[in-house]
C-alpha cells in the first residue's frame, strides 16, 4: 500500500439487491487497485469494506453513491474502519449475506 492508506466501512441503501451491485462493486475495486469486501446484509443494504491508497478509497466510494445503471443508490453511510483490516487480506471479493453489519 501506498504512503497514504485509508480504511472505510459503508452501508449502501436503496435498490442495491439483486441488482449486480456486489459484482459491480468487484470490478472497479479491482480496477482501481483496493482491497476489501463486498455482501449482502439481510436488511436489503450493501456492506463495503475497503482499504488501499486513499485517493482510490475515495474514487471506489464516489462510485458507490451511484452504482451499477440496473440499481439505485439512496444513501452511502461512510464510516471510518478499524485499522486492523488493512493487514487482514489483499484483493477485493465477494462475501456471503449477513444478518448485520461488521462490528468496528
Given at each position: ?45 450493501v ?34 474502519g ?23
Amino acid at each position: 500500500m501506498s504512503a497514504s492508506p485509508a480504511v472505510r466501512r459503508l452501508l449502501v441503501s436503496g435498490l442495491v439487491q439483486g441488482v449486480g451491485y456486489r459484482h459491480a462493486t468487484t470490478v472497479v475495486a479491482a480496477r482501481l487497485a483496493v482491497h476489501g469486501w463486498v455482501r449482502n446484509l439481510a436488511d436489503g443494504r450493501v456492506e463495503v469494506a475497503v482499504w488501499g491508497e486513499a485517493e482510490a478509497v475515495a474514487r471506489l466510494i464516489a462510485w458507490t453513491r451511484q452504482g451499477p445503471p440496473a440499481g439505485r443508490v439512496d444513501g452511502v453511510l461512510v464510516e471510518e474502519g478499524p485499522a486492523a483490516w488493512s493487514g487482514a487480506a489483499t484483493g477485493f471479493v465477494q462475501r456471503p449475506t449477513a444478518a448485520g453489519p461488521e462490528p468496528l
